[in-house]
């Protein structure tokens, strides 16, 4: 497995090995062992979750203030910009963001650590999102920042038109106003 910093250190690409030939291909999309070495500790996932999606659906940027959730995403089908941001007020990333375009293509995965709001757009005409939790689902401890938050100036790719927003996402507040992360 290829492992690839980003300008935030804890948030990681993985791309793993694959194997092709003519019949398709072939890659291990997870090894607990080569995953706790690649991230430099020990994580335990507890739910998988699958989502779809059609090409400028935006998704996020959500976290859990309480039972906090690490994710590690990737895309099985189709091709999404991957945001992760920065919302622990001690770190000196506080307030950045970055970006990863994953798809079945590149078989890229993205590893979004505890302190991270998680955010994806659908660049393709559809696509299918898969990610491991650290912790389960909580929607009573669920927060959202608004996706187009000035103060973070994401660099959202244009795709020509507004993103699809589910009304919780609609609501987001902005990183000023949000609970966070000490």
Known sequence: MKV???LIPDVLVLEP?????????????FNQKAFDEAI????DFVQDNHSRSAKGVLRGLHYQIQQPQGKLVRVVRGAVFDVA???RRSSPTFGKWVGAELSEENHRQLWVPVGFAHAF???SDEAEFL????DFYAPAYERCIQWDDPD????????GLH?????KDQAGASLARAEIFD
């Not at 430099?40 to 994580?43: D, E, L, N």
């Not at 973070?152 to 795709?159: G, Y």
């Open 131 to 134: 990610y491991k939790t650290t």
């Open 4 to 6: 690839t910093p980003t």
């Open 85 to 87: 941001v920065d919302i």
């Open 40 to 43: 430099g500790k020990h994580v």
């Open 17 to 29: 090995k694959v194997f092709g030939d003519a019949r398709g291909f072939f890659f291990e999309s």
């Open 121 to 123: 757009l659908v660049l």
């Open 163 to 167: 993103p699809q927003l589910s009304a």
């Open 152 to 159: 973070l100036a994401i660099a959202w790719p244009n795709l």
